[in-house]
């Protein structure tokens, strides 16, 4: 179980398992119970930071301590794990806090491919106001834009989300 392709696939594994981990949390819990923290992320704001960095946090504090878990005991499949979920971090901060909100000292959008996709995606995310309603859930994974839209349309939330398409923050 230690050889190191073993341990790739593992780190690969979980990197691909997280979308799922990440879909769920966001879905189930930042939009259900997590909500106190996750609505300064769909509320506009000046500062730097908001209060739903605190999952960001989270996530990085069980990656460390996985990491400090996998050194101290030598179990290097707790260190893979450990990787898979740091690298899926990273992404999801490429993606979701450069790419969609911009959270970083240049401007970079992406207006083709996948990219181009995922930004649009995550924009549908946050067309809906309030807790409920909202599609779009994933961060590395989106559905076709025109799906979502489709989905918004059903729901009768088109006019929140052209409304929100002028001021996006
Ligand atoms: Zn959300
Ligand atoms: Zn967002």
Known sequence: MTSWPVLIAIAVAVFLVMEGVAWAAHKYIMHGWGWGWHESHHEPHEGLFEKNDLYAVV???????????GSLMDWPVVTAIASGITLYGFFYFIVHDGLVHQRWPFRHIPHKGYAKRLVQAHRLHHAVKGKDGAVSFGFLYAP?????????KRS???AAEQDERRTLH
Not at 59 to 69: E, G, H, P, T
Not at 144 to 152: D, G, I, R, S
């Open 156 to 158: 009768g939330r088109v």
């Open 59 to 69: 996530f990085a504090v069980f990656a460390i301590a996985l990491f400090a878990l």
């Open 144 to 152: 076709p834009v025109e799906k979502l839209t489709a989905e918004l």
